[in-house]
DNA sequence: ATAATAGTGTCTTTCAGACATTATCTA
DNA sequence: TAGATAATGTCTGAAAGACACTATTAT
């Protein structure tokens, strides 16, 4: 039957058929990263079924109709499935598409950037076998599933940006943290040292942060330990650090 | 039959069957600003069909398996039905995605933010009738379709923050333009008056224009041409100017 | 000459870079 | 006390804000 603009719109609803177009396969992906050992790791998935079985991937998958009511649900369960839990920083990074990237045929993957500390979901991704987190700069030279490569490079790269306008690599770290961390975690995902002085004059100007008490280590002076405020993920400063 | 992964990929892709799962609805929309009688403008068209028949909506439609190779290439295809030529700025703004957005049931956008000057469309625009460029002040307050309101504000809001680090804004103007003409297109992107000096300072200490003569308009001191370079349009300035 | 617009000079302010110095801990 | 790490002091430099000033056109 043709869809004619002469029916009402309640008659052109319940004649439609949405599985009469062929679509693109459409999924939803993540590049989960965190702060560990130093290193700046991302979450990888073994993947058991074609195509690309036995490669590596991202954590993500299709959309469920009946659990999702929006996108943001979805890679939150996925997520959630691998994790154990809801990562404090997910942020939309693009969308990838296109006739080859997926064998099967024209895909589009919806991609998301977020961020959790290690410690959260420690526990829970040792009981999954197939999961694991890969230092980023080692991931970059694995034989990754489908256009997964070119994700993990495009997420980095806004990262970088971000940890040179915003304090939004701090989620990657536990709820308190010292600033020598904080600033650790901004040279690992830049890969270039920050001044100190620079660094932590602009977050104490801004008052990004709440101060919550003291941590000892092993040696030298201790250093303070802080939280975010509610809303400082969310501040940009108006100039970058340089690169 | 079950995808077991017993089966090796070539028997596995020969049994895949892409529309056995029940897939969202998959558009590419794009919000195409111009600068045009001194006010920022978004191309809207009116829809003839149902859903959300008779209201106005951004351009764009369904990907062709057939024509597209990539999503680009897809939204470049729309834009081309509606001006006849293509925008020199496209960028990817970001994916919408829910159950509730579309009446046909779960659905998905990819949303592009374009950029065009008004001459270079002006001509075939007058011959579609469904289609008009409408002031972005002015289309806030229409009952637009979808949500395509909230697109609309998205893009608009990615464009201030543009505005305010580098001269994307040129796009909105033809090939040629002059300093004051530039000036004017990025304040009213972030609806407020810029200084003259620090706007022309940083263009011209980054070297992003080219002059390219003279020119005469009907009362004051004639102002000079300007082109962009090949590269200018990817210039990220490292401080901000102020909101 | 006047009005209007284009373009420059220059002082102030802001904030990052550089790096020396001081503070506080352990062994 | 020495060694290590945290934290601060302070000078320099780069770039934006503010705004007065000069330049070039039409009438």
Known sequence: ???????????????????AFDAPLLTVDAVLFTYHEGLLKVLLVERSNHPEQGKWALPGGFISEEEDKTLEDTIIRKLKEKTGVVPPYIEQLRTFGGATRDKRGWSVTVCYTALIAHQ??????DTVSDTDWIPVEK????NLAFDHLKIIQSAHERLVQKALYSIVPAYALPESFTLPELQHVHEVIIGKPLQKKSFRRRIEQADLLIEVGEKRTEKGRPASLYKMRSDS???KFVRNLEL
């Open 233 to 235: 993920g969310t501040h």
């Open 1 to 19: 039957m043709t869809l004619s603009g002469k029916m009402n719109e309640k008659q052109f609803l319940a004649a439609y058929d949405k599985s």
């Open 120 to 125: 959260a979901c420690e526990s829970h991704i």
């Open 139 to 142: 991931a970059k030279k694995l």
